[in-house]
């Protein structure tokens, strides 16, 4: 198959490379195929580079796009509360407003703040669960990702499944280097989905665990869906202990309901941190929780704060992106337009005589070449030929359509029944070629 041009990229990213460390401002942007892409706009489902190679994108931007590349609604909304102003270190109306939906929407959001990202949303429920049970360690999850901060920057990058030791005491590798040694003693780690280790684990040191905190659905890695009765379990321990169950819904927020994951599994947690498709692409985030936790903050015991928090231009943006959601409520497309394509996928895989493994709900799913026939917890995931993975990812980009790299795929609302159809027709011819 014949590459596409990327000539005016790979100019652009040697300039860039003078000035921004590695040409990007993301790690994770320096790894599209061939190299960094520079992009001049997006559109629905597709994204436009500066070699004018026009793309399905599939990426959404590693999550934020749920309603596609720029929606009238949210830019409409951004551009007309932004010309009142950008940021008054003050409040304003639709700061409330957001809030108010939020809370109607999202079942454990009784109270919340606003901040920029992910990661520190994440940092902040910390602070809250130590604060209010007196005890210092969380509770995490091998292969889960909580963002990029000392903390939480391990149990995501191991040589190999067999450094990761015992399932009852892993052992973890720090993301990069810099990263404190000490910041590993803040947590226990465990792999996911085995109930049974985590009660085992509690009843040895609960005492010391203010919080447990999981991805609902483990997107970034395998996007892997929790074991019957899983969430269930984890609600009642933290129950029975007194520690906070925080849902990491960085990802899964608005994408499996309106109400998130929690809506969807139906179980409540304590606190949760809502990111990327709350704001259609500005930085907004949400650390969001019942009373009995975030009252903390409310009374100052524990302080959050932010010069940034709740400009003018990212509540609009997250304003309009969950009107939008209300009013279309695109759930049963999307998740209808998901399944056409993992279907699609596995069909052509298995023409193909491939051992292509897709899974996870529709709105998101992953694929890797396995021999697994399910990949249950992050060991697994270290069947993937990650090789083979590359070369379908590479030759898809160079057919133009746009995967993460690490094999996961979302869809917007403004991806089409043909766009779905099309993928999987690509896919059929590209995988025929593996
Ligand atoms: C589940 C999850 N939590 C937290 C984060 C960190 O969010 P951010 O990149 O906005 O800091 C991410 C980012 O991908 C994520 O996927």
Not at 64 to 70: D, E, K, Q
Request: charged content about 20%; proline content about 4%.
């Amino acid at each position: 198959m014949k590459s596409l041009d990327y000539s005016k990229s790979a100019e652009l990213l040697g300039r860039a490379k003078k000035v921004l460390a590695g040409g990007v401002s993301s790690e994770f942007r320096k790894y599209n195929h061939p190299h960094a892409i520079f992009y001049t706009h997006g559109q629905g489902s597709h994204i436009f580079d500066v070699d004018g190679n026009d793309y399905l994108d599939f990426t959404l931007s590693q999550g934020p796009l749920i309603l596609g590349h720029s929606h009238p609604h949210v830019l409409k909304s951004v551009n007309d509360y932004s010309e009142l102003g950008q940021l008054y270190a003050g409040q304003h109306i639709k700061e409330i407003e957001l809030a108010e939906k939020i809370n109607k929407l999202i079942p454990s959001a009784e109270l919340m703040r606003f901040c920029l990202d992910g990661s520190e949303a994440v940092q902040t429920a910390f602070r809250v669960a130590r604060a209010k049970t007196g005890k210092q360690k969380f509770l995490r999850f091998e292969g889960h990702y909580h963002g990029w901060l000392d903390n939480v920057a391990w149990g995501i990058s191991t040589p190999s499944v067999d450094a990761l030791g015992s399932r009852e005491h892993p052992n973890v590798y720090p993301w990069s280097a810099g990263i404190p040694d000490h910041s590993k003693d803040e947590f226990i780690i465990l792999p996911w989905n085995d109930l049974a280790l985590v009660e085992k684990t509690l009843a040895e040191h609960h005492q010391e665990i203010a919080a447990i905190i999981t991805e609902p659905i483990m997107c970034n890695n395998g996007c892997i869906m929790p074991e019957e009765g899983f969430h269930q379990g984890l609600r009642s321990l933290c129950d029975q202990y007194g520690i906070a169950l925080i849902f990491d819904e960085v990802i899964t927020g608005f994408r499996m309901s309106i109400g998130g994951s929690q809506k969807y599994f139906g179980i409540t947690p304590d606190m949760s941190i809502f990111a990327k498709a709350m704001g259609s692409g500005y930085p907004i985030s949400a650390i969001v929780g019942k009373r009995a936790w975030m009252g903390l903050i409310e009374e100052a015991k524990v302080i959050h704060a932010g010069t940034m928090n709740s400009s003018n231009p990212t509540i609009a943006a997250a304003l309009a992106t969950i009107e939008v959601l209300e009013q279309e409520n695109p759930y049963e497309r999307m998740f209808r337009l998901g399944n056409k394509l993992i279907q699609g996928l596995r069909e052509a895989a298995n023409s193909n005589n491939l051992n292509l493994l897709v899974q996870g709900p529709g709105p998101m799913f992953n694929i890797g070449f396995t021999d697994l026939e399910k990949v249950r917890d992050y060991r697994d995931t270290f069947t993937y030929d990650k090789a083979k993975l590359g070369k379908f990812i590479a030759a898809m980009h160079d057919e133009r359509i746009r995967i993460i790299g690490r094999g996961l795929w979302y869809i917007s609302t403004a991806h089409t029944e043909a766009d779905i159809d099309h993928a999987i027709a690509v896919s059929q011819r590209v995988l025929s070629t593996l």
